[in-house]
């Protein structure tokens, strides 16, 4: 009697946690979190009124000071002005701001994709889109398809050069930080080591005082330089882009900032309905061909 009743409780308890385990798997379980998924459509998470940036209501961008022509008119980056402050506007406009929202800062060239927490929602200044720097900050698509340039002074022996071999032995120079400096190294890889400058002011004056043979620049500004500034300086030649993928400028925002795809769809839009083609040639229709150095 009592192995029977033993045998019972038995096997009533393994019906039950059957049951249990089969209303446990039939049983719906935990939804995702709120905050883990879109709050609305692409379009609704990029309206103004929903970007979280750096002050509410206003657009945030950074760029170097001097702000260099041609990406900048006479040193003023809120004038609306040149090729990078054209740009921003535009993708402010797109992304819904106003000219009068945009609040302009100041930040050094190596310090806008250093790095740590930035204090911009993104910055414009002639920042060339690599792997190494993603590592750091993110960027947009590309605003700007460029080339690297070699100025030199018109009675320079290097401004005869007509091959990268023939600027393997004159001293070259460039603003630290650049993909020009990195052209000099890594597709010249000149006998002497290169000058590195903090800015381009002092990689002109260089150039104009004989401390440097010849200086790298992107095309547009080698332009700007030889019309402008340094008329007794010519373009030599210009690099071909390395690995056969044109270098980009980029926008550059804080690393894992909720602001990247918005900024991205932004320039893409403009990208495709013309207005970047209509602001290039507008502010950089002077940055025609120049001799391509192999």
């Known amino acids: ?16 946690v059957a049951l249990l385990a089969v209303a446990v798997g039939c049983a719906p379980q935990p939804e995702e979190k709120a905050s883990d998924k879109p709050s609305g459509s692409g379009a609704e998470a990029c309206a103004k009124g929903e970007l979280g940036t750096e002050a509410s209501g206003k657009l945030t961008i950074a760029t170097d000071q001097p702000a260099y022509e041609p990406w900048f008119k ?33 930040v050094p060239f190596n310090k806008a994709f250093a790095p740590g927490e930035k204090t911009f ?16 900050v993110d960027f947009s698509s590309g605003y700007y398809d460029v080339r690297q340039a070699v100025i030199a002074l018109k009675d320079s022996k290097a401004a005869k050069a007509k091959s990268i071999a023939d600027l393997k032995g004159v001293k070259l120079g460039a603003q630290v930080g650049t993909t020009s400096l990195n052209y000099i190294n890594d597709v010249v890889k000149p006998t002497e080591q290169p000058a590195a400058y903090a800015k381009n002011d002092q990689a002109k004056s260089a150039l104009k005082n004989g401390q440097v043979d010849a200086i790298v620049v992107d095309l547009p500004t ?43 769809d932004a320039v893409d839009a403009l990208r495709e309905d013309g207005t970047l083609a209509a602001v290039e040639k507008q502010w950089l229709s002077d940055a025609v061909d120049a001799p391509v150095l192999k």
């Open 1 to 16: 009697m009592h192995l029977a009743q033993r045998a019972l409780r038995r096997a009533a308890s393994t019906a039950t």
């Open 74 to 106: 006479d040193d003023k980056p809120a004038n609306g002005e040149g090729f990078e402050s054209a740009v921003a506007y535009a993708v402010a406009k797109q992304l819904g701001y106003d000219k009068g929202d945009a609040v302009w800062q100041s």
């Open 121 to 136: 929602d993104f910055d414009i200044n002639q920042v060339s889109i690599s792997d190494e720097r993603k590592k750091a």
């Open 222 to 264: 080698a332009f700007y330089i030889t019309a402008a500034e340094v008329t007794d300086a010519r373009i030599v030649g210009q690099f071909e882009n390395q690995g056969g993928t044109p270098e980009q400028f980029g926008l550059v925002l804080d690393k894992g900032s909720a602001l990247t795809s918005c900024v991205t």
